[in-house]
């Protein structure tokens, strides 16, 4: 175990027990816009497996069925091997970031529906938007596979809601990976506030990534107050 296979921006993915297995290693690095801003935020690995621990384990009680087997230590996790579909999927509550600018909705827009947008997974493309019939006409997944992950973030946007909800969050939109494993459809990477828009119930106070991307400051104390809230609930 632990043989690099591969380093990509906020994780590490290394050889697990064996072949049906991986280790992914959380970084301290942030990165934003597409990888053009970057800093080391000392903690943030931790952090981030931590609130994506609690999430996943969360989840899984709720029968979401995802890649993790085991928790190794703070910032490692032993997940199962995956072929990862290359769409990115998001989900949103209410109004921010590029929803906001590209449409012209102001930031914290109660949705009147939970908007779905799909995104391919490549930095050389910049992750451009996708529609569904583009999804399965370019192969990316199959059509009932791309109903499946909807069907499945659906449920996990109605399960995360209120859980935040409960930790005084506001679940603003996120994003969700999947894999194929099994002959199945689960759920892979990580839910954290580097993937996370995640604001006070009361203030609006942003406790996300949007700290980093928008220079806000105290990036690491508002993981904290997320992984302190979701700890008591
Ligand atoms: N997101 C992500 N990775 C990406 C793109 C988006 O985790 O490559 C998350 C982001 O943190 C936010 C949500 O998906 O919670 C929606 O992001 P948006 O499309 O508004 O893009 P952004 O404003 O982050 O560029």
Not at 72 to 82: C, E, M, R, W
Not at 129 to 139: D, H, K, L, P, V
Not at 154 to 163: E, F, G, P, Q, V
């Amino acid at each position: 175990m632990d043989d690099v296979l591969y380093e990509g921006k906020s994780k590490i993915v290394c050889t697990g027990r064996d072949e049906s297995t991986l280790l992914i290693r959380f970084k301290d690095s942030a990165t934003a816009f597409n990888g053009e801003k970057k800093a080391e935020l000392p903690g943030k690995a931790q952090l981030n497996a931590a609130i994506s621990n609690i999430i996943f384990n969360y989840l899984a009680q709720h029968g979401i069925q995802s890649h993790v087997i085991e928790v190794i230590d703070k910032t490692s996790v032993l997940v199962k091997k995956a072929d990862i579909i290359m769409v990115e999927i998001i989900v949103r509550n209410i109004a921010a970031g590029s929803f906001s600018k590209k449409f012209g909705i102001a930031e914290g827009t109660v949705l009147h529906n939970t908007a779905i947008e799909f995104c391919i997974k490549s930095d050389d493309l910049g992750d451009p938007m996708i529609n569904e019939s583009q999804i399965t006409a370019i192969g990316l997944a199959q059509p009932q596979e791309l109903a499946e992950m909807i069907q499945q973030s659906l449920k996990i946007n109605d399960l995360l809601y209120a859980l935040f909800a409960k930790a005084g969050i506001k679940l603003v939109d996120f994003k969700l990976e999947f894999g194929r494993c099994g002959g199945q459809i689960i759920l892979c990477d990580e839910i954290s506030p580097d993937s996370c828009r995640l604001w006070d119930s009361e203030t609006e106070k942003k406790l996300d990534k949007d700290r980093f991307r928008l220079d806000l400051g105290n990036v690491l104390d508002a993981y904290r107050e997320v992984l302190g809230r979701l700890q008591n609930v």
